[in-house]
């Protein structure tokens, strides 16, 4: 187990060193003149060529690769100061380093996917199992019905609604904001319930119709239908033999919907006026702000990356037959 972990770290490390270089390249073969971007309307050739040499465009772009790839391992040197690794650069817009603007979003984009994730993880695969245990009863065809219908809303479409029934037109609820967890913990989930909510529907509708077909499947396995065979109890070999082998396919589609909601959820921060790494996004491009936008593509990068390593070490864990390939 240990070497196919540090199988999946290497391959981790090199991947991300990969999209770092493919996007250090990205940025230095744009056509955009960079420092005349950060430099603004009516700047001067002086004020010009010093925000050039301050960002390091004057440099051979080998050195320019060098000093971005070990300011993310070491930090960089800037002229207002030291960025501290991991350092992702300066802001053009603000002029904050890029690293620190990242990590004061966070906290909201980690909030809102764990509260969504707990919800449509509970609702979803709780639903789909209890489906296919009462394969073809009433609770059956409510679970299939209630998540076809779930599934064809979008966030977009049901974030306005909820926010005019629940906040404008009745005020039984204040607008979403976010409050620290460690600030106020009841705060936190009364700001954030909504978007959670909202976000978790879509997901819970598609994991509850997963989570019932991977069980169907499970069930009708031979190893199954043998234990069923010698008499073992329904509720034991649903429990014992069934439901691990399920999960399989929940794990690897979880891994990519967190890695995609943690990378920023843009639609739900949007809808929802929230200031997170979706919203950091999108202001980095209408900002034309490159060194933010490639922040937030390496940061979204390197949770994909993170998730998929733990998905392939549950993976592993669940079946064997993995980590022996």
Known sequence: MLQFILRRLVGAVVTLFLIGAATFFLFVAAPSDYASLAC?????PARLESIREALGLNLPVAQQFWDFMSGIV???DFPDGHCAAPCLGQSFYSGDFVWDTIMDRFPLTLSLTAGAILVFLTIGIGAGMLAAYRRGSTVDKLATGASMVLSS????FLGPIVLMIFVYS???????KYVPFTESPFGWLAGLWIPMVVMATIFTAQYTRM??????????????????????????????????????????????????LLGGGVVTELTFSLQGIGRLAVDGAVNKDLPLTMGV?????????????????????????????
């Not at 603004?40 to 001067?44: A, L, N, P």
């Not at 809303?153 to 977009?156: A, G, K, L, R, V």
């Not at 396995?221 to 065979?229: G, L, M, W």
């Not at 082998?245 to 890695?259: H, K």
């Open 297 to 325: 593509m390496l940061f979204g990068a390197f949770f994909i990356l993170l998730l998929n390593i733990l998905v392939d070490i549950v993976y592993a864990w669940i079946d064997p037959r993995v980590r022996l390939s």
């Open 74 to 76: 070491v930090g960089r």
């Open 40 to 44: 603004g309307r009516d700047c001067s």
């Open 170 to 176: 009745t005020g039984w609820v204040e607008s979403p």
């Open 211 to 260: 989570a019932r077909a991977s069980m169907i499947e499970q069930l009708a396995e031979e190893h199954v239908r043998t234990a069923r065979a010698k008499g073992m109890a329904k509720k034991y070999v649903f429990f014992r033999y069934a439901w691990r082998g399920s999960l399989i396919p929940i794990v690897t589609v979880l891994g990519i919907d967190i890695s995609a």
């Open 153 to 156: 809303f979008q966030i977009y």
